[in-house]
């Protein structure tokens, strides 16, 4: 089977924010306790965070956090985690039924956000809270001095302001599972006034609106059309979350159709884009609201033993989702779509980072375990920079249950200037097929294959328990002047980088 990428560095989509390769950490199971924080393990350094899942994670490249909530958010009193431990409160999360004892708070978290290497994406609770404990979370992580609550932080042992630059205000408040649901103009109201006195308090700060939380949720389109008419001149962003897997009539060997629901993300991504430039459009605005794609993955390997798990524990077996192999040719795809999307996808955090849905994975006595889909996010995060090229692809294409015309090869490339690199990544979905993968830089001149690595050969049922998946080097690949010919393997993710002469 033919499939054909041609790439010109002067047809661009958007230069890469890399805030899109962000992640999430909620107060949920063990993402927080025995995940990212776990003092009696011997890999805790001093502060008690692990240092092995720390290492795992800046594998990862993950650029920004986003942090407290989820669900957790909208009950959540940020001044239970501040100050001296042996005085916090231990309390109820409501939310997921579970007790929290405070022992990681703010401070912890930027802190390790630190060790990371990445940056804060604060959330604020607009559920039980409302818009004096928002002004005063920004004015404790960025006020300098001089009033109650910056010299608390101080005291608290931060001498100088967080400066956290994004806030999103609220989680998914449209949804009927959450504490303190409201109807779109409750939220836009509240979400509105919010953002005008957080704004009062930092100037430079970056807001992100809750969209609806699901696309199949009644309220969406309605939700997103009141939320932007009343908060457009105060934000910055628009949320959007979608998790896939195998719901409602799927069929679980339905993997062609599985593996085509990037294509639900492509038209979910772009109806969103429609509505805000609508509203643009409506109030005569010079300005444009961009997307933080601030919850995205695979989740619905847990569903079942999540019912099983006894309420209020510290740190229980929630939402641990096992990936196998098709799971993470379907976040390939996913990340490919967030990357064509780029021109305005300027935020996504990969929901979550560890032991919740997540692509770390620990044993609370023992290592870290890497999940299948740790592979192609780590790959997109460190060598998916500078700008994303148009895709000019020629497929065969094919049609599943709910999908027409579906590309098997998905295929996007990047070019990076500061060091003359294209990197392409590829994707093959045939179940049995190869693909021989042309691929034409135009006028470019090719130096040389800086790498070329594969991932296939497992079943689409096979995980990473037992730690033997890897990705392998993908040899069968042939470079002329303007050319590189490749083969790819039947249900397979791969990646190609190359350094090129531009001038």
Same mark, same amino acid.
């Given at each position: 089977?033919?499939?054909?990428?041609?790439?010109?560095?002067?047809?661009?989509?958007?230069?890469?924010?890399? !805030?899109?390769?962000?992640?999430?950490?909620?107060?949920?199971?063990?993402?927080?306790?025995?995940?990212?924080?776990?003092?009696?393990? &011997?890999?805790?350094?001093?502060?008690?965070? !692990?240092? +092995?899942?720390?290492?795992?994670?800046?594998?990862?490249?993950?650029?920004?956090?986003?942090?407290?909530?989820?669900?957790?958010?909208?009950?959540?009193?940020?001044?239970?985690?501040?100050?001296?431990?042996?005085?916090? &409160?231990?309390?109820?999360?409501?939310?997921? *039924?579970?007790?929290?004892?405070?022992?990681?708070?703010?401070?912890?978290?930027?802190? @390790?956000?630190?060790?990371? $290497?990445?940056?804060? $994406?604060?959330?604020?609770?607009?559920?039980? *809270?409302?818009?004096?404990?928002?002004?005063?979370?920004?004015?404790?992580? #960025? /006020?300098?001095?001089?009033?109650?609550?910056?010299?608390?932080?101080?005291?608290?042992?931060?001498?100088? &302001?967080?400066?956290?630059?994004?806030?999103?205000?609220?989680?998914?408040?449209?949804?009927? @599972?959450?504490?303190?649901?409201?109807?779109?103009?409750?939220?836009?109201?509240?979400?509105?006034?919010?953002? =005008?006195?957080?704004? !009062?308090?930092?100037?430079?700060?970056?807001?992100?609106?809750?969209?609806?939380?699901?696309?199949?949720?009644?309220? /969406?389109?309605? @939700?997103?059309?009141?939320?932007?008419?009343?908060?457009?001149?105060?934000?910055?962003?628009?949320?959007?979350? !979608?998790?896939?897997?195998?719901?409602?009539?799927?069929?679980?060997?339905?993997? +062609?159709?599985?593996?085509? =629901?990037?294509?639900?993300?492509?038209?979910?991504?772009?109806?969103?884009?429609?509505?805000? +430039? %609508?509203?643009?459009?409506?109030?005569?605005?010079?300005?444009?609201?961009?997307?933080?794609?601030?919850?995205?993955?695979?989740?619905?390997?847990?569903? +079942?033993?999540?019912?099983?798990?006894?309420?209020?524990?510290?740190?229980?077996?929630?939402?641990?989702?096992?990936? $196998?192999?098709?799971?993470?040719?379907?976040?390939?795809?996913?990340?490919?779509?967030?990357?064509?999307?780029?021109?305005?996808?300027?935020?996504?955090?990969?929901?979550?980072?560890?032991?919740?849905?997540?692509?770390?994975?620990?044993?609370?006595?023992?290592?870290?375990?890497?999940?299948?889909?740790?592979?192609?996010?780590?790959?997109?995060? #460190?060598?998916?920079?500078?700008?994303?090229?148009?895709?000019?692809?020629?497929?065969?294409?094919?049609?599943?249950?709910?999908?027409? #015309?579906?590309?098997?090869?998905?295929?996007?490339?990047?070019?990076?200037?500061?060091?003359?690199?294209?990197?392409?990544?590829?994707?093959?979905?045939?179940?049995?097929?190869?693909?021989?993968?042309?691929?034409?830089?135009?006028?470019?001149?090719?130096?040389?294959?800086?790498?070329?690595?594969?991932?296939?050969?497992?079943?689409?049922?096979?995980?990473?328990?037992?730690?033997?998946? #890897?990705? %392998? &080097?993908?040899?069968?690949?042939?470079?002329?002047?303007?050319?590189?010919? %490749?083969?790819?393997?039947?249900?397979?993710?791969?990646?190609?980088?190359?350094?090129?002469?531009?001038?």
């Amino acid at each position: 089977m033919q499939g054909s990428l041609t790439i010109k560095i002067s047809d661009t989509i958007a230069k890469i924010d890399e !805030r899109i390769y962000g992640s999430f950490i909620e107060q949920l199971g063990r993402a927080v306790y025995t995940g990212i924080y776990q003092p009696e393990h &011997p890999s805790a350094d001093e502060d008690g965070f !692990r240092s +092995d899942v720390i290492t795992a994670i800046k594998q990862l490249n993950v650029p920004l956090i986003r942090y407290p909530g989820g669900n957790f958010l909208s009950q959540y009193r940020w001044e239970d985690g501040i100050g001296p431990k042996d005085q916090r &409160p231990t309390r109820l999360d409501i939310a997921w *039924r579970e007790l929290e004892t405070n022992q990681f708070g703010l401070h912890e978290f930027i802190d @390790w956000s630190k060790k990371v $290497n990445a940056v804060p $994406n604060m959330a604020v609770n607009l559920g039980t *809270r409302g818009i004096q404990e928002a002004a005063d979370l920004v004015e404790y992580c #960025n /006020f300098p001095s001089g009033t109650y609550l910056s010299d608390l932080r101080q005291q608290n042992g931060a001498r100088e &302001p967080f400066a956290i630059k994004t806030w999103c205000l609220g989680n998914e408040m449209d949804g009927p @599972w959450e504490i303190g649901t409201k109807t779109a103009f409750e939220y836009a109201h509240l979400a509105n006034e919010t953002a =005008k006195a957080m704004k !009062r308090v930092d100037d430079t700060i970056e807001l992100v609106a809750c969209g609806s939380s699901s696309m199949d949720n009644p309220t /969406f389109g309605s @939700w997103e059309e009141t939320v932007l008419e009343e908060c457009y001149d105060n934000i910055d962003y628009l949320s959007l979350h !979608r998790y896939y897997g195998y719901y409602n009539d799927d069929d679980p060997s339905e993997l +062609d159709n599985f593996l085509a =629901k990037n294509v639900d993300l492509d038209a979910f991504i772009k109806g969103v884009v429609a509505m805000c +430039d %609508a509203i643009k459009a409506r109030k005569r605005s010079k300005k444009t609201i961009n997307l933080s794609f601030d919850e995205w993955n695979v989740w619905y390997h847990s569903n +079942d033993a999540d019912t099983q798990v006894t309420p209020w524990q510290v740190g229980p077996h929630l939402l641990e989702d096992v990936y $196998n192999f098709e799971d993470a040719l379907l976040v390939g795809s996913l990340l490919l779509t967030l990357l064509k999307n780029a021109d305005r996808v300027k935020i996504a955090c990969l929901a979550q980072l560890v032991n919740v849905i997540a692509p770390i994975m620990t044993d609370t006595d023992g290592d870290t375990w890497l999940q299948s889909i740790f592979y192609p996010f780590m790959q997109v995060s #460190n060598y998916g920079k500078g700008v994303v090229l148009t895709p000019h692809v020629e497929s065969e294409t094919y049609n599943s249950r709910e999908f027409n #015309n579906v590309p098997y090869l998905d295929t996007i490339a990047t070019y990076d200037s500061t060091n003359q690199t294209i990197t392409i990544f590829a994707e093959n979905k045939h179940q049995h097929d190869a693909i021989d993968f042309n691929i034409d830089f135009d006028t470019l001149k090719l130096k040389e294959v800086i790498q070329s690595t594969q991932f296939s050969g497992y079943a689409p049922k096979d995980d990473n328990r037992d730690g033997k998946m #890897n990705l %392998a &080097p993908l040899t069968a690949v042939n470079l002329d002047d303007c050319h590189i010919n %490749a083969t790819l393997a039947p249900l397979s993710w791969n990646m190609i980088q190359v350094s090129v002469d531009s001038k």
